[in-house]
């Protein structure tokens, strides 16, 4: 079985500031690690993945994250926030064996102040 | 090119009822998932259809039931509605690259209210 834990429910950063939002997962196998965004009134954007090779993802919008197996994290970092960054974040994982069901975190509602 | 299509947009229906809910997948994508996201909280994995079949479920009732047709597209079906089934339901489809890594595409939900 697969689980996601988002660390924080809110997050508010200064337009400027670095975002930090956390990610652990616990998987049996190895995974296929994915941030999603969500802006009011629609369905998933996919930010960035991580599946094999290289452990610094870097995603659209100036964000990347980096997977760290030791500490089953997968945290999803922008150096600069954005008034537009200003959404909900999800962290979901699958497996790799076939056309896999994602399992998602319950979200991370960022708020971006002026 | 178009994306993910959801019909309706929104939807209210009273306890007991049954509704339908539609998707189309984006171009060249064979593989439809629907998930169910109530307030406040992530999508949650419902089923994945493919070759017309269900292929995966997740912990949902039998009063939640789908289908794919010849050209991709799917419905879901939910019977008896319950208050709790008031939620986003979102449709998302995958490329047949027949591996996890294919990123699904989101179409933008069907909000169902039960009243």
């Known amino acids: 079985a697969q689980s996601v834990t988002q660390l924080g429910s809110h997050v508010s950063v200064s337009e400027g500031a670095l975002v930090l939002l956390r990610c652990n997962y616990s998987?049996?196998?190895?995974?296929?690690l994915f941030w999603y965004v969500q802006y009011p009134n629609q369905g998933l954007q996919l930010l960035l993945k991580y599946t094999t090779g290289a452990t610094l993802v870097k995603g659209i919008n100036g964000f990347e994250a980096e997977f760290k197996k030791s500490e089953t994290s997968f945290h999803l970092t922008k150096p600069s926030a954005h008034m537009s960054d200003a959404a909900e974040y999800f962290c979901a994982v699958s497996d790799h064996t076939g056309r896999r069901a994602l399992t998602f975190g319950s979200g991370t509602r960022l708020q971006v102040q002026p | 090119d178009a994306g993910v299509t959801q019909s309706p947009t929104h939807l209210i229906k009273t306890r007991g009822q049954q509704v339908t809910l539609r998707c189309s997948p984006k171009?060249?994508?064979?593989?439809v998932s629907w998930y169910q996201q109530a307030l406040g909280q992530g999508p949650q994995f419902i089923f994945q259809?493919?070759?017309?079949?269900?292929?995966q479920r997740g912990n949902f009732p039998d009063r939640f039931s789908g289908h794919q047709f010849p050209n991709y597209s799917s419905e879901l079906n939910v019977n008896a509605l319950l208050l709790g089934d008031s939620a986003l339901y979102l449709c998302?489809?995958?490329?047949?690259?027949?591996?996890?890594?294919?990123?699904?595409?989101f179409g933008n939900g069907t909000r169902l209210t039960v009243t």
């Open positions: 171009s060249g994508h064979d593989t």
């Open positions: 998987s049996s196998v190895p995974p296929y």
């Open positions: 259809y493919y070759e017309e079949e269900e292929r």
């Open positions: 998302a489809s995958s490329s047949p690259q027949g591996t996890g890594d294919s990123p699904l595409h």
